[in-house]
């Protein structure tokens, strides 16, 4: 991690995955590092590329939704950086769920056919597709676990105003919608997703990240329908086999777990599955770009030199 001082930064926080740095009151930097984390804990060990590649995906996937809702992206003064619009941002992320699996299925398993205040219909099997897409909204924790809630609840707590609420519900099925034609394009399905929205004045803006491996899961479409007949594990590209090796290792970030070791071979593995991820879903080949953290900050000082706050 590089803590950076930038001309009038006013705060820094370093997340699970990014360094988010405050410009004035008007602008943000975030910088997708290569740290990887799973069950909210961060693993030891970075891996190569990955900050660039879900910088990349993510920037990408902004400008192909653009037309859908306003966003935060104003440019990518590097490959692992963003500078965008500083929003207020709503206290609940915004999950939508095309197909049973991951919570959704371990409730469902569970016998419990609601989830978030939404029914799941009877006589599913895991990956199944519902019959229309799911919203299970979480709230957004600054410390701990984000907690499951339901769109009642949301508006009887006032969490979001009932106004905004419909606008940032109708922005995650359209955006869904577009992620999904997008994926069918690469021969993939996007399963689920979160979206976070923010508000600056009346408007509501797109923030964060959409549509990468750290925020999204997607099945290769090509034999999706002969596997679910076969009671098949889907073939997917997210980072789920990271979560699925820690489970394997007896790592789920509980008290008294460790984290498995993580070896140079594994770490190149996780490496070339990102890799492999953003070629997939953005169907151009990578390039992996190694700055130093002089050249990096060089590039997002020029580039916030150049930016009108107001624009």
Same mark, same amino acid.
């Given at each position: 991690?590089?803590?950076?001082q930038?001309?009038?930064?006013t705060?820094f926080?370093?997340g699970?995955?990014?360094?988010?740095?405050?410009i004035?009151?008007?602008?943000?930097?975030?910088?997708a590092?290569?740290r990887?984390?799973?069950?909210?804990?961060?693993?030891?060990?970075p891996?190569p590329?990955?900050g660039?590649?879900?910088?990349?995906?993510?920037?990408?996937?902004?400008?192909?939704t653009?037309?859908?809702c306003p966003?935060?992206?104003?440019?990518?003064p590097?490959?692992?950086? &963003? !500078?965008?619009?500083?929003?207020s941002?709503?206290?609940v992320?915004?999950?939508?769920?095309g197909?049973?699996?991951?919570h959704?299925?371990r409730?469902?398993q #569970?016998?419990?056919?609601?989830l978030?205040?939404?029914t799941?219909?009877?006589?599913?099997?895991?990956?199944d597709? +519902?019959d #229309?897409?799911i919203?299970t909204p979480?709230?957004?924790?600054?410390?701990?676990?984000?907690?499951d809630?339901?769109?009642e609840?949301i508006?009887e707590?006032?969490?979001?105003?009932?106004?905004?609420?419909?606008?940032?519900?109708?922005?995650?099925?359209?955006? +869904?919608?577009r992620?999904?034609?997008?994926a &069918?394009?690469?021969?993939?399905?996007?399963?689920?997703t979160?979206y976070e929205?923010?508000?600056?004045?009346?408007? !509501?803006?797109?923030?964060?990240e959409?549509?990468?491996p750290?925020?999204?899961?997607?099945?290769?479409?090509?034999?999706f329908?002969?596997?679910?007949t076969?009671g098949?594990?889907q073939?997917?590209?997210?980072?789920e086999?990271?979560?699925?090796?820690?489970?394997?290792?007896?790592f789920?970030?509980k008290e008294?777990?460790s984290?498995?070791?993580?070896?140079?071979?594994?770490?190149?593995?996780?490496?070339?599955?990102?890799?492999?991820?953003?070629e997939k879903?953005i169907?151009?080949? +990578?390039?992996?770009?190694?700055?130093?953290?002089?050249?990096?900050?060089?590039?997002?000082?020029? &580039?916030?030199?150049? !930016?009108?706050?107001a624009?």
């Amino acid at each position: 991690m590089s803590n950076y001082q930038f001309p009038d930064q006013t705060s820094f926080y370093s997340g699970k995955v990014r360094d988010v740095y405050s410009i004035g009151s008007q602008l943000l930097v975030m910088i997708a590092s290569n740290r990887i984390s799973a069950f909210d804990v961060i693993l030891p060990k970075p891996i190569p590329y990955k900050g660039q590649v879900l910088n990349q995906i993510a920037a990408y996937m902004l400008k192909a939704t653009a037309d859908i809702c306003p966003n935060w992206l104003i440019s990518t003064p590097s490959p692992t950086s &963003a !500078i965008g619009k500083r929003c207020s941002p709503f206290k609940v992320e915004m999950v939508i769920r095309g197909n049973l699996t991951g919570h959704a299925w371990r409730t469902y398993q #569970s016998g419990k056919r609601a989830l978030c205040g939404v029914t799941m219909q009877d006589g599913l099997k895991e990956n199944d597709y +519902f019959d #229309s897409p799911i919203i299970t909204p979480t709230t957004k924790a600054s410390v701990g676990h984000d907690e499951d809630i339901s769109r009642e609840e949301i508006l009887e707590k006032a969490i979001v105003t009932r106004e905004d609420y419909e606008i940032i519900e109708q922005y995650t099925r359209k955006l +869904f919608e577009r992620g999904k034609q997008l994926a &069918a394009k690469q021969g993939l399905i996007l399963v689920d997703t979160k979206y976070e929205f923010g508000k600056i004045d009346d408007t !509501i803006y797109l923030m964060d990240e959409i549509h990468t491996p750290d925020s999204s899961r997607y099945f290769y479409s090509e034999g999706f329908e002969q596997r679910q007949t076969a009671g098949e594990k889907q073939q997917q590209l997210s980072k789920e086999f990271v979560r699925e090796w820690l489970i394997k290792n007896d790592f789920m970030g509980k008290e008294g777990q460790s984290v498995p070791e993580m070896t140079d071979e594994w770490i190149t593995t996780i490496s070339n599955r990102y890799i492999e991820l953003y070629e997939k879903v953005i169907g151009e080949k +990578f390039f992996p770009q190694n700055l130093s953290d002089e050249e990096n900050f060089e590039k997002i000082a020029s &580039a916030l030199n150049t !930016i009108n706050p107001a624009g």
